[in-house]
């Protein structure tokens, strides 16, 4: 696509998905800002990521790296789309959060959402406390190795459950502190640019090529 559109306008073009913008996006103008290195990661219908190593995005070596969501983390879990079972994905998306409350709640009771989940949390419910809760433990396990190989200055949580309580998101914090060495920082904040990270990472791709 890059080269199919550079050669019909014969300008300058760069593309990349909307986890790796928005992990541009929050280090160049948002969390990240005066970050060496940091990991974004979105929660919504699924769970992506994108790093930026030394100002820089990196792709790994097949352009798949930051695919946190796809770490399995429990071989008996949910099947997740990929495949596999027990990924973070599969029971921490907030998909997957609406599904586990649904296959959960009273008789008579469905149509929840992962955003209605959060909110009966909040307000004391136990059975969305622990669907909530057991999202958080997936994700703060998935980023506590990822913490654990690659010890980032930063984690950045963007994406609609990062609108989440409380009750989320200290269990998040508290599972990623409990998976990594104790030398290890484990600094992990909302995005600052809200939905709109991947929309400042193109203009930070658009930067760089001026």
Known sequence: MVEILRGRYGAPVAMDNDANTAALGEWRFGA??????????TVSTGIGGGWVLSGQIYRGADSMAG???????????????????????????????????NAHARRGESGWTAEKVNREAEAG??????????????????????????????????????NAGQIYWRTLRATAAQFVLPQMRVEVVPAA?????????AVALAEALT
């Open 32 to 41: 990240g800002v005066g970050c060496d290195s940091l990991l974004y990661i």
């Open 125 to 162: 419910d136990p059975l969305a406390v622990e669907v909530m809760e057991t999202a958080a433990r997936a994700l703060g396990l998935g980023i506590g190795y990822a913490i654990t190989l690659m010890n980032p200055q930063k984690v950045i949580i963007g994406g609609g459950v990062a």
């Open 193 to 201: 640019l809200g939905g709109d990270s991947p929309l400042w990472g």
């Open 67 to 101: 695919e946190i969501g796809h770490l399995a983390i429990d071989p008996n879990g949910p099947v997740c789309v990929c495949g596999k079972r027990g990924c973070v994905e599969a029971i921490g998306s907030g998909t997957n959060i609406a599904r586990a409350m």
